[in-house]
């Protein structure tokens, strides 16, 4: 009965339902983790040689020495075990029997609406993983094998912070002051990161503050105002009002906490891993999202289980943290 349903979620089918379904939005990763820096990762794990961190300059050898040998960056992490997103929606034996006087392109739509809400909540889980990890660490809800919650934790390393001499918001606050603290934060960022590519991630509370500076201010070449952003010189203070669900918390969790700044280069080292697969169908292939098909009997139906083990790989080097605000 479901054989005619299998053909649809072959790879190359399941590949051009997917480029069919139109573009997510997802901020942070789309922003810091960009197609460019996402990769399929051959092993089930990631060890510290994986992460792709910075490298540093060594010193020079005598002629006719040994050659140096590079030492591992150093980290707390040693290997990094990535959890699974599976979700899993149901085609019924009653839907599949209605579906089965439909054309082929009608059948399609359908299955292509399974395989949209699979691939949505699949991305934004990743996103919301991409969203904690700008902080230096993953804490996120994870369900055991015997149905109970738990923290899974992956933890980079703490960012450092800048001290900001005059909040943003006091009275009497300027420009030239804002200018000064940018300053601090790409004079911070310059010691650890070689990133040029800096973005300021800010809250609208702390876009309000820069729009309130802005129209006090003559020079409106050095300031800019615009819906989304602002911009001071060069520097780009964008809004970034994402957040994720806390099911331990029960409650939206923003990825820029209130009265703060998180300023990234994100052209250092940030990446996006998709680890092998824990998929026999699959052939354990690293795949950035797969669908299995699996036959149940009471009800009868045939479950659709999306399947990918991503992970966000942050350089803590290249973030700074601030609070701006009173």
Not at 15 to 33: E, G, Q
Request: aromatic share 8%; hydrophobic share 40%.
């Amino acid at each position: 009965m479901w054989d005619f349903l299998k053909k649809f979620f072959v790879i190359e089918m399941l590949v051009n339902a997917l480029n069919r379904l139109p573009p997510m939005r997802t901020p942070i990763m789309d922003l810091i983790y960009p197609e460019s820096v996402r990769f399929n990762h051959p092993k089930d794990r990631l060890a510290h040689s994986d992460l792709g961190l910075p490298e540093k300059n060594i010193p020079l050898i005598t002629r006719g020495s040994k050659s140096y040998a590079v030492p591992l960056n150093e980290t707390e992490l040693k290997v990094i075990d990535p959890a699974n997103i599976t979700p899993s929606v149901s085609i019924g034996a009653h839907e599949a029997n209605e579906m089965r006087s439909l054309g082929l392109a009608q059948q399609q739509q359908l299955i292509d609406t399974k395989i949209n809400r699979l691939r949505t909540i699949a991305r934004k889980t990743t996103e919301a993983m991409c969203q904690q990890s700008i902080t230096g660490k993953i804490e996120y809800d994870i369900r055991t094998s015997d149905g109970t919650t738990d923290i899974y934790r992956v933890n980079f390393g703490k960012p450092r912070t800048v001290d900001i001499a005059k909040k943003w918001n006091e009275a009497g606050i300027t420009v030239a002051e804002v200018v000064a603290d940018i300053g601090k934060f790409l004079e911070s960022l310059q010691e650890t990161s070689d990133g040029t590519d800096i973005v300021f991630l800010c809250r609208t509370d702390v876009y309000s503050a820069l729009v309130k500076i802005a129209a006090g201010t003559k020079n409106s070449d050095l300031i800019k105002v615009f819906p989304d952003h602002v911009l001071i010189g060069n520097a780009k203070f964008i809004i970034c009002n994402a957040s994720h669900w806390n099911y331990k918390k029960k409650a939206n969790v923003n990825a820029v906490p209130e009265k703060q700044i998180i300023a990234i280069a994100r052209d250092d080292a940030f990446k996006l891993a998709y680890c092998a697969l824990d998929s026999f169908e699959a052939n354990h292939a690293a795949l950035p999202f797969f669908v299995k098909t699996v036959v149940s009997d009471d009800p009868e139906e045939l479950k659709l289980i999306a399947q990918l083990r991503p992970m966000p790989i942050p350089n803590v080097d290249a973030i700074r943290l601030a609070e701006v605000l009173v």
